[in-house]
């Protein structure tokens, strides 16, 4: 079944603004088998409204429209509605009641433009708005539906939960869409591609079939592994053996299965192998450190981490030889060995990361371009350290980098095959 | 003029992907004096797709596509423009030799299906592509133009540049929104509209008229003050005076009237002043060091930053006598102050700053509720503390208190004179 949202508001033709309530409809959609083909954001302007609700009308299923509910003249979904459709807009008493009467438990008395938002096209069904002044409204249209909802996210979120548990779902006979999301870092999207593509391929003609996307971020790729299924048990028993042959056959490079981000994973095995973790940054600048804070909890194993900028503070902070950097500069591995080292020790925790590099956009040299980083983990007795190239601005340097010591941390902790091939301390 | 944009793409339908280049296409074409009516996400499908474009060209002066260029099967955004507008075709070989070129400058063979790219309606201009394989269109229809650019920002960015700069700006005839946006940090969205409305109320009706918006976003609000000019002199003689009306009104909650983001115009203050800094943060985990560094250059002033989770690390680290700590408790003044003094002396910093607070979700209690932040700050020999109480997630909190902590470290080295309110070292 194919849906359309659409966003209404000359609000959200700004540069400021971004439409999110479309990804929260899509979620729950997809659930309930509903795939969306269109999102679209519309002015305030009843012309381009009614062209684009036609429009949608000639393929979709259901229309999803938020905002332009409110008592002004700038909002006119329900106009738009009512003419696309050929309604008539009849005034609801029973909701100016209601109206009324939530203006009154406020100590105030109902505008008489707010008369507007009783208006309801003929045939349509009211829904209720436990959060604002907006009911919603359902109208069919032969076998599609229309499903008007109000804009603030707080109204239009449980008004949505309602329409799909007693409307939607009903419809749908069970059928939904479920997703998994493997994440992986420390690969090209080509290479990891090249290996998976033979996998999810067979997967497309299974009786439950699972459609694969690969999706390459910053410093990660996510495989999101699709099935339509009758029902969550159908699902899981596709998925679950999709997830783990994949797993599987890419090895270490996937950290996580389940949705948490690499520092929420790191975290998560400091605490299961009982480590604590301190951090010496340069170029990162406290980004690794902040990232380990992000998760909830992580008092239970970040002792304390050191941004060192200058060289003094490299010294004063990590314990790096003064000659030490005379002699390699500051961007070197041995630099970056002695300040995961000289952490971890000053700090008597399991595990020291140190990073140093040039994040941009000044400060590179034809040897050590923009981009250069050397990063070095420390876990109990064993040092590694690796040089990496990122390329892009100093925050993606920056967050690469920090991704990489999150990513280096856990295949050490880990006791993966992977940090064998980095350098060993010497 | 109106304009409509299309971004191409099922994975865009998703719900983990939010169309951001809109936002930026948005603020290039506003100012060039189009008006954005109608955004979309189209998935790939020939239908879907051909009724869309369809249905813009009933009305937009300007179309802008981006994605689908790609050369699988997946991407039609080629052909679904040349079917609606009922254009053969064909293979542009010089593309085909500009492809091949950069496959063999990284030493590969360019794959068949990347012909797929160099197919060009006819009539159309290929607008080049520095930074990718998929070259741009350009296509006219009657008075209307399509724009054709691939997805990926860093590619489509500067194409869209050099279209607007070359085709677009020269059909403008000058006329266009031209935007200034004030920062302001430390105030309620409520308490600063109270306080402008009056002020940007006159402003609607002058000759070159200004719209104001005001736009709260986490520990920062925005007044959007915006002119329809025929020409940049023209929109900067009524922007200029209203921009200083408002920041005078307003004051030093004021930080930014350039764009600067507030961590961006502390490091410039700090430059200009000669200053040099060292931070000491517990519950914003380096968020505040990070953001600091984050801009380029940063490494004229920010010295160093210690994260001290721990209370040895804050003793260790900053100097936090350990008995000020079981007197009054990490998170207390007290100990904000001796870690703001306590990097700084160590550092030999002009200003050190001092965080400790409790992020949450857990380690709230009824006197120190989640939220509580101790935020001081030490100028040479002036020292102040601040305790705030921030709302949110463990993430909202630490944001808003590094910005607390900035907004704070501009006011002591401005001088200004709210920091004379907040509580002096004893």
Redesign the interface.
Known sequence: MKACILAIGS?M????????NS??I??RL?TIGYD????????D?I??LT??IE?AL??ADLIVITGGLGPTEDDMTRDAVARVLGLALDVDESIVDRLRDRFARRGMTMPEINRRQAMVPRGAAVLPNPNGTAPGLWIEKGSAALVLLPGPPREMKPMLEAVIAERLAPKSKGSGLFRR?LKITGRAESDVDAQAAPIYGKWASQTVPIST?I?AVLGQI?L?LTARAASKAEADAALDPAVLEMQTALGPSVYSVDGRPLEHVVGDLLREHRMTIA?A?SC???????R???V????DY?????????N??KT??AGVAEALIAEHGAVSEPVALAMAEGIRS??GTNVGVGITGI?????GTPEKPVGTVAIAVAVDEETRVRTFQFLGS??MV?FQAAQSALNMTRLMVLRQPGWREWSERR
Chains 1, 2 share one sequence.
Not at 36 to 43: D, H, M, N, S
Not at 296 to 299: E, L, R, V, Y
């Open positions: 609000e033709l700004t540069p400021f603004r971004v439409d999110t990804l929260f899509t979620e997809n969306v083909r269109l999102k679209a954001v519309v002015a302007d012309g381009e062209r684009v429009g000639a393929w999301v996307t999706l996510e999101h951090t940054e990162t600048g406290g980004l690794l450190a902040s380990l804070t992000d909830p909890g992580s008092s970040v002792d304390r981490g050191v941004v060192c900028y200058s003094r503070a004063d902070l000053r700090a994040a941009g956009p000044g400060g100093r925050e920056k």
